[in-house]
């Protein structure tokens, strides 16, 4: 079993094999490599390139994959693909048919915002094609605001796609390709092409989840493993024998490791090289790390081997499934608190706790028990135990069974389609998009014809932008709402009706997804009728464009007070988007930073099921940090203490 797709390891002519057939070193790479994923999505922070752990399993997968089929048409003159596909059912489908189910169900009874878009995920799971069908949805693996229960299973689709197919392929270079060589070749080249097709469809404005799903352009990992099972299948074992081997195979290999290691801890989905290279280098620092660990007994080979390195890589399967949706029903039952707070910590720990133990009981009590009986011995087995365990027992059985069915039906069928969250932005909307006045209108904010320009338009990022000529004499005393103007994303949205309980008069222009390109357009359409206060809270999806940040600031001169809202979420890249925000501000006396991620450091209650949109009391302190952040800046200015009024909260 190797992860995601849980390839076999069992081969007795690649390397010596410990009893039972598993390859030595090899389950502790896959334990490396769950790990890595689990740190991951347990905070983004922590391991930002956690996710290349899939790519280590799936170099894993096509490298044990391509050597069980070339090793018994070695041994047979023939592959028996209805076997392979039937072994590979029992190996995937137990713990998955247990899944779906069961997460369904508990999700219902803990939070039903989980289950918008179940059916899509479930049918996705049960039929291996999740990664098509999200990508047809518009999902967003890295930046989703509505995290999918199944989200995970995108990688078991992928491969399993691979497992339909390959075979076929392998079977044919097996029997007409004319050396290891040319079959090794021809699987190197279809990594590049896969590589190559990932760096030319990458589009950063578009997100990455396209690549990053899809089977054609996600293909480098299967494929290189599978080159390195050709080579090693021939006599001079992936050129091993070699005295140039020899020579470079332990700086090679220490090398690989520490190329791995580097990308887990530095890439992230906000770097282009990460989908221009950086997923392909790590499959091939995955393909000498396996070649190391194959070719001879080493050190690696022994720290790999450590009994809780075998534990958890055993079991990675049963990880890999259930790590996901237990971090969100977690998350969504016991919000413990935000980001940086010990009853986060403390959240994470009991996630991996219940996960481990989840994963242990499916490897114990359905993954071996299917593997060793198949369906049918399986099926009679738990008959067997039913019919004897008495009446009484058996109809409770059954009855619960037929019970469970009923309920995940009706489940289904009512599964919400909208979030709360996207309920309660859209309810907001209206109320959050003010009509554009011309630039002649008067700066009080008085209605006036909207603009012909499609407010979903981007300025070129390099248009010069006239900074706003001064309107009368500035006065930096602490605005009241109806001098203040607010351009904001969905946090905007989502907390209107605080931003008017402590700005009575602000004038809001706020939708969901807005970015910085579209604040430029309206704050440059605006001109003098800006308002003498202006807060920008912008880029929570698509993060920090400084460039046009700083066309928005000059825009609006410096005159105006203006504060900027900073950035909060489950995406890694918030940390840097904030650190451009910080470091935007400086040198401009008219602009102060209103610390919204740091508001929320160890406080709990404040954001929606979503763990990025405020609640209703993170409303309040929403609004509360843009006040705080107005009154420094005009005691900047005028060097007066404001004394805030405490408002009741509602």
């Known amino acids: ?38 740190a991951f999505h347990l905070d983004p922070r922590w391991l930002p390139g956690g996710f290349l752990g899939v790519d280590v399993f799936f170099v894993i997968s096509g490298f044990l994959i391509t050597t069980l089929l070339v090793r018994e048409h070695q041994r047979t003159g023939r592959v028996d693909l209805r076997g392979f596909w039937t072994r590979r059912a029992r190996r995937l ?10 997460v369904i169900l508990i999700a219902r009874l803990v939070e039903t915002d989980l289950l918008v878009g179940i059916r899509r995920q479930a049918l996705g799971a049960l039929t291996f094609t999740s990664n098509w069908l999200e990508i047809a949805a518009g999902s967003d693996y890295f930046h989703s605001t509505a995290p999918q229960l199944l989200m995970n299973l995108w990688s078991l689709a992928v491969e399993e796609q691979f497992y339909l197919v390959w075979p076929l392929v392998a079977l044919a270079l097996v029997r007409f390709a004319p050396s290891s060589r040319f079959r090794a070749g021809i699987a190197v080249a279809l990594a590049l092409g896969s590589a190559v097709l990932m760096a030319l469809r990458f589009d950063p404005s578009a997100g990455a989840t396209r690549v990053y799903y899809g089977t054609d352009t996600h293909l480098m990992g299967l494929m290189l493993g599978a080159a390195l099972a050709f080579a090693w299948a021939a006599p001079h074992r992936a050129w091993t024998s070699t005295d140039v081997w020899q020579r470079v195979r332990v700086p090679l290999v220490a090398g690989a490791g520490v190329i791995l290691v580097v990308l887990f801890a530095l890439l992230d989905e906000s770097m282009s090289f990460t989908f221009r290279g950086g997923i392909m280098l790590a499959s091939l620092a995955t393909a000498v790390l396996v070649l190391g660990v194959l070719e001879r007994p080493t050190p690696l080979r022994t720290v790999l081997d450590l009994p809780i390195l075998r534990w958890i890589g055993e079991r990675s399967y049963g ?55 198949g369906f049918r011995g399986s099926a009679r087995h738990a008959l067997h135990t039913i019919r004897y365990a008495g009446t009484r027992t058996a109809r409770a059985v059954w009855a619960s069974v037929v019970v469970l069915a009923i309920t995940l039906t009706i489940v289904m069928l009512t599964a919400p389609t909208r979030t709360r969250v996207e309920q309660l932005l859209d309810a907001n909307a209206a109320e959050a998009t003010a009509t554009i006045p011309t630039p002649g209108a008067s700066a009080s904010g008085s209605p006036s014809p909207a603009p012909t320009t499609s407010p979903s338009a981007s300025p070129p990022a390099k248009t010069p932008v006239a900074p706003a000529p001064r309107s009368g004499k500035q006065t930096w005393a602490m605005p009241t709402g109806a001098e203040i103007d607010g351009y904001g994303d969905s946090m905007m949205v989502g907390s209107i009706h605080a931003m008017r309980y402590y700005f009575p008069g602000i004038r809001m222009d706020a ?101 990025m949109h405020p609640s209703l009391t993170g409303a309040h302190l929403y609004a509360e940090t843009i006040r705080q952040a107005f009154a420094d800046l005009s005691e900047r200015h005028t060097g007066k203490t404001v004394t805030l009024k405490e408002l009741p909260r509602p």
């Not at 489908?93 to 069961?102: N, Q």
């Not at 999806?541 to 000059?554: K, M, S, Y």
């Open 93 to 102: 489908l137990p713990a998955l048919l247990v899944l779906v189910p069961s």
């Open 319 to 373: 990880l890999y499934l259930w790590h996901w949706p237990v971090i969100l029903i977690i998350e969504a039952d016991l919000p413990w608190g935000t980001r940086g707070s010990d009853g986060y910590i403390w959240s994470r720990l009991w996630a991996v706790l219940v996960t481990a133990a989840i994963a242990d009981l499916s490897y114990r009590f359905i993954e071996s028990p299917v593997r060793e009986r």
């Open 1 to 38: 079993m190797t992860g995601p797709g849980a390839a076999p390891t069992q081969t007795r002519s690649v390397a010596p094999a410990r009893p039972g057939g598993r390859l030595p070193g090899l389950d502790g790479l896959r334990a490396a490599a769950i790990l890595a994923v689990l």
């Open 511 to 611: 939708r969901s997804n807005r970015q910085w390109a579209e604040g430029l357009m309206i704050v440059t359409q605006r001109g003098k009728a800006n308002r003498r206060a202006v807060i920008l809270a912008l880029g929570t999806n698509a993060g920090t464009d400084v460039e046009r940040a700083r066309a928005t600031l000059d825009a609006l001169g410096p005159d105006r007070m203006v504060v900027i809202v900073t950035l909060h979420g489950r995406i890694n890249r918030i940390a840097s988007d904030n650190a451009k925000l910080k470091e935007l501000v400086q040198g401009r006396d008219n602009v102060a930073l209103a610390d919204w991620d740091s508001a929320l450091k160890g406080s709990t209650g404040q954001l929606q099921s979503d763990g």
